[in-house]
């Protein structure tokens, strides 16, 4: 699946977020390799403090960036966003301690691993001005049944 510029689909149409939690601004490239998206700094954003957004948000940036690539495998295949869950993340390194007010974060993500049982590992970086700023692994599980999984019902 390659996806131009032209027919990806709005972020919030293949991310399960909404509201103030959805962070991403919008897809840039999406195709089975890969997936790139871009985001905003704002004031008004949550977790946002006077020196800008804390570096510790990034793994959460990485982690809608890789939902947002589930996201369009899933429309592809004419199903709707799925719940995943972030389970953590491996030599996260950033080099800022805050990613600045106003600036515009390109986040890219690689899947390195994806197991039938729904769990994944992808390589994630975060470039500013053309430099990367931040890296990790980062791990995440998509049940087949989101619902059924938060209740017990599956293994």
């Not at 996806?3 to 959805?22: R, Y």
């Not at 840039?28 to 006077?50: E, I, S, Y």
Request: with cysteine.
């Amino acid at each position: 699946m390659t996806m131009t510029f032209d027919t990806l689909p709005p972020v919030a149409e293949v991310v399960p977020h909404g509201g103030a939690m959805l962070l991403l601004d919008a897809l840039v490239h999406a195709d089975d390799d890969h997936c790139v998206a871009r985001a905003t700094v704002r004031a008004t954003q949550l977790f946002v403090d006077a020196a800008g957004m804390p570096a510790w948000v990034g793994i959460e940036y990485m982690a809608q960036t890789i939902a947002a690539w589930a996201g369009v495998r899933n429309r592809r295949d004419g199903q709707p966003p799925a719940v995943g869950f972030l389970l953590g993340s491996r030599r996260y390194e950033c080099d800022l301690s805050h990613f600045p007010l106003d600036a515009a974060l390109i986040i890219s993500v690689r899947p390195e691993m994806i197991g039938d049982n729904g769990l994944g590992q992808f390589a994630c970086r975060i470039e500013l001005d053309g430099r990367e700023v931040a890296r990790a692994n980062v791990s995440v599980f998509q049940p087949a049944d989101a619902q059924v999984y938060l209740q017990g019902q599956e293994v």
